[in-house]
């Protein structure tokens, strides 16, 4: 890069997510600088010296964490991405495979993704009849000290929140055909609270607030259940975060 710093795979998550803002607090020299990296990237990719197999690669592991999603207004391309898994959708039934979904949407206005760690777990119980119940659950969690959180550069720290704290939105999705039992926070943070409820392509979404600090981690819990009928593999699918998202499934149906 023009400034000296060698952009790799081992450094990029932290100097570009982190390391820029500490280090230049004006907002259009961070600028510059992620446009330096930009361009470096693509003309190392275009300059031929890139090897197609490991760049194949890489997009696909991207693809399976959910990184890259395409989408295409021709009828004709969005039928080759839909069959590539490229789409993001979610299964229309239950039958190849039982999926839910848990989704993060950070509303800080702040860079503080960095520190904040998540889980997903999700497990199924299936009664002689046939019908299942989903147990969703999901932890978030700070790796800052309040200490740490007040010497934060003032572009990463929130400037609509008090140091060290992240509010995110969170929408939990249930299988295709299920009824929300309900939700329990086990482990409260500084604020959790129902956005809404709704249905969407035909499975309940429950949007919930997530008001987050310093003091330690916060457990929500989301109940589904689920009529008699086929029911696939269980499956989770999230938001890839800026730390790898720890996903716990145990399925009880299999």
């Known amino acids: ?14 100097l570009l997510l982190y390391e820029v803002y ?16 930009a361009g470096a990237v693509f003309d190392a990719l275009t300059s031929g010296a890139a090897e197609p197999a490991a760049a194949v690669a890489a997009l696909q592991e991207a693809a399976g964490q959910r990184r890259l999603l ?6 004709e391309e969005q039928s080759v991405i839909a ?3 490229l789409d993001g959708a979610l299964p229309s039934g239950n039958d190849e495979a039982t999926v839910v979904g848990v989704y993060f949407n950070d509303h800080s206005g702040s860079k503080i993704d960095y520190f904040v760690d998540a889980a997903v777990s999700a497990s199924a119980e299936c009664a002689p009849d046939g019908s299942a119940v989903y147990t969703v659950s999901y932890t978030l969690s700070s790796r800052l000290s309040q200490e740490e959180a ?36 086990d482990v409260p943070g500084l604020r959790n609270e129902l ?31 689920l009529p008699p ?12 975060m800026v730390n790898p998202t720890t996903v716990t499934v145990t399925d009880g149906c299999g």
């Open 195 to 225: 956005l809404s409820q709704a249905d969407d392509l035909g499975r309940p979404l429950l949007r919930l607030y997530q008001l987050q600090g310093t003091g330690g981690p916060t457990t929500v819990t989301a109940r589904f259940a």
């Open 83 to 85: 069959v590539a898994a």
């Open 150 to 185: 007040e010497a934060l550069p003032s572009y990463v720290a929130s400037y609509l929140l008090p140091r060290g704290q992240f509010q995110t939105e969170v929408y939990l999705l249930g299988p295709v055909g299920s009824s929300v039992v309900d939700w329990t926070v």
């Open 22 to 37: 500490a280090r230049y607090e004006e907002p259009a020299v961070q600028d510059a600088f992620f446009a330096a990296a």
């Open 1 to 14: 890069l023009p400034t000296g710093d060698q952009l790799t795979s081992a450094n990029a998550v932290s």
């Open 70 to 75: 395409v989408w295409s207004t021709r009828p």
């Open 229 to 240: 009928g086929e029911h696939g593999a269980l499956e989770v699918a999230t938001t890839p």
